[in-house]
C-alpha cells in the first residue's frame, strides 16, 4: 500500500480549499520537476501549481475549483489563481523509500547529504 502524500490546493480568496493525495503525481515526476519541486519548498510557485493542474484530471473538487477560478475571473475584474502546497517531508521520505536514486540526485543537488 502506499503512503498517502499531502497536498492542498486553494484559491486565492480562499473560498474553495481541496486537500488531496499527491502521490500519483510522485510516482510519475521526473528528476527535473522533482528539483523544481525542491527549489520552491515544494510550495506556492509553478512547479507545486503544476501538481494541482495534474490533480484536477483525476479528481473532481480539484476540477471545481479550477472551474470556480473561471467563472469569477470572467466577470468580474478581481481576478483570482491559486495556490498548491504538497507537504515535503511525506514527498522527500517517500522518494528516500521508493526511488532511492532519485532521492539521492535530488539530496546531492540541493545539499540536503
Not at 510519475?28 to 507545486?48: T, V
Not at 473532481?60 to 515535503?88: P, S, W
Not at 521520505?93 to 536514486?101: C, E, F, I, S, V
Request: overall charge negative; hydrophobic content about 45%; some cysteine.
Amino acid at each position: 500500500m502506499d503512503h498517502k502524500i499531502p497536498a492542498k490546493v486553494w484559491t486565492d480568496d480562499q473560498v474553495i480549499n481541496v486537500e488531496f493525495d499527491a502521490i500519483e503525481w510522485l510516482k510519475n515526476a521526473d528528476i527535473q520537476e522533482l528539483l523544481e519541486m525542491e527549489g520552491c519548498d515544494w510550495s506556492r510557485d509553478l512547479p507545486a501549481d503544476r501538481v494541482a493542474i495534474n490533480e484536477a484530471a483525476s479528481n473532481e473538487a480539484v476540477a471545481d475549483l479550477f472551474q470556480y477560478i473561471n467563472l469569477i475571473n470572467k466577470h468580474t475584474r478581481n481576478h483570482i489563481g491559486f495556490e498548491c502546497l504538497v507537504d515535503r517531508s511525506s514527498a522527500v521520505n517517500w522518494l528516500a523509500a521508493n526511488r532511492p536514486d532519485d532521492y539521492h540526485k535530488l539530496a546531492v543537488e540541493k545539499g540536503l547529504i
